[in-house]
């Protein structure tokens, strides 16, 4: 079977191809490598397709093809007149969403908004959430629940079928070789213990239509033909250059299947930074993911239907290297005395002040914009509205300890809600992460 037959038909009415420049000159074109390190003959290929086919959709990584702005244009010009009106009002809706997020990177999310992205059809939203890169997880952040209430923020107001929460054991495994602390056993103990732990919280937060399941469970969730073509999509990828090695391979084929089988949805990543200037560095965050996606499937051409969200970056407690914040993966945590942990046994307001007084925590200005982001959805998410459609908030009566100290009870709050005499909670926490009770 060829990935040709998974998705390469004009979308929406998309036949008549656009304006496009007689000639490409190819070795002008410039690549960013700190986000994809693409071949000439790749370039080449993806620009014939794109001229051929204007429902591939490139967001706006087709800078790092130089293509000319007047046919990037034409595309645009192209794709956007034949989106229904329904779509329309759904975009509205998501702009208007997005934009009044405190937990997302409103400019990002807004710039890859994506018009083949068929929102009157209720698609899902989807995010994974992986095991650690340089060495495994060793708790999970409180963090994590920017992306979660964002997710069901999404959801609801776009009216989108489910939110998949994807844990990525399989794609961890590629790790293994980088540390000692990664074996499978290991991972799977992370991974499902966060499965769980995340399960036990949206049940407590009373939301519905989330599945959450390990990406080595796939052929359990998904129909045959979908897995075959989700299989297909990684041998396909495993041999193509510019997807860069086997875990970005598995990550293109989860995203085609996680976004409706190809059929469309949104994907909630995260955001740290713009692209480090300095030396090629390294990008941390969902953006080399994304472009390789939007490049991957644009050679295969194969339809990109997705809508690329961000959430904002989580953050370390204590001052970085010259009294800086230093920002982290909402999921991911190696040093859980530098984090606000999602756990059953975390002493939330006594953490909380011991980094401000030191300088950190409700100090640094990002900080508090990423847990009143967090506190904000909860109250209206969870706690809902009076009868007077007036959000219910939480109470704190007792005076400032220091600066900002009634949010870090807010924040206690929550944790409390989630978690006060849960021993279910308890017991999956220590299994999951033993060493940190």
């Known amino acids: 079977m060829s990935t040709d037959s998974i998705a390469t038909s004009n979308v929406a009415g998309l036949g008549s191809n656009p304006s496009v420049p007689a000639r490409i000159i190819m070795d002008k074109v410039k690549r960013s490598k700190r986000l994809v390190d693409i071949s000439n003959q790749e370039a080449q290929l993806i620009i014939e397709n794109i001229q051929r086919n204007p429902s591939l959709y490139l967001w706006d990584y087709g800078r790092l093809l130089d293509l000319p702005v007047g046919f990037l244009q034409d595309i645009s010009r192209e794709q956007n007149s034949q989106i229904p009106q329904k779509r329309r009002d759904a975009m509205d809706a998501y702009k208007r969403s997005i934009l009044s997020l405190r937990t997302v990177d409103q400019k990002l999310s807004l710039l890859r908004m994506n018009p083949l992205t068929n929102f009157e059809n209720h698609p899902p939203i989807f995010f994974g959430i992986g095991g650690g890169s340089r060495n495994l997880c060793k708790a999970l952040p409180f963090d994590v629940l920017g992306m979660v209430l964002t997710a069901e923020k999404l959801k609801r107001d776009l009216q989108l079928s489910e939110c998949r929460v994807l844990f990525a054991n399989r794609i961890t495994y590629t790790n293994i070789s980088k540390s000692p602390e990664f074996s499978k056993k290991s991972i799977d103990r992370v991974l499902i213990g966060e499965r769980d732990l995340l399960q036990f919280v949206i049940k407590k937060l009373g939301f519905r239509d989330w599945r959450l399941f390990l990406d080595s469970d796939v052929e359990k969730i998904f129909e045959p033909k979908s897995v075959n073509l989700f299989e297909e999509i990684i041998r396909n990828a495993d041999q193509t250059h510019l997807v860069g090695g086997h875990h970005y391979a598995i990550e293109m084929a989860e995203m085609w299947l996680l976004a409706g089988e190809g059929h469309g949805g949104v994907k909630l990543g995260w955001f740290i930074n713009n692209e480090d200037k300095v030396n090629g560095g390294y990008i941390m965050d969902e953006q080399p993911f994304d472009a390789r996606y939007a490049l991957f499937m644009a050679k295969q051409n194969i339809s990109n239907t997705i809508t690329l969200a961000y959430a904002n970056a989580g953050a370390k407690l204590n001052p970085g290297r010259g009294g800086a914040l230093d920002k982290a993966p909402p999921y991911i945590c190696y040093e859980p005395d530098e984090r606000l942990l999602l756990s059953p046994f975390e002493k ?28 904000d959805l909860f109250e209206e998410l969870v706690l809902g509205a009076d009868s007077g459609k007036t959000i219910k908030r ?44």
């Open 348 to 375: 939330v307001y006594e953490k909380l002040e011991r980094a401000s007084l030191s300088g950190g925590g409700m100090r640094f200005k990002y900080y508090r914009k990423l847990m009143s982001g967090i506190t």
């Open 394 to 437: 939480i109470m704190v009566s007792v005076p400032n300890d220091f600066p900002h100290s009634r949010l870090c009870r807010k924040i206690e709050f929550i944790q409390h809600y989630l978690f006060n005499g849960e021993k279910e909670a308890e017991k999956i926490w220590t299994a999951t992460f033993p060493h940190v009770v």
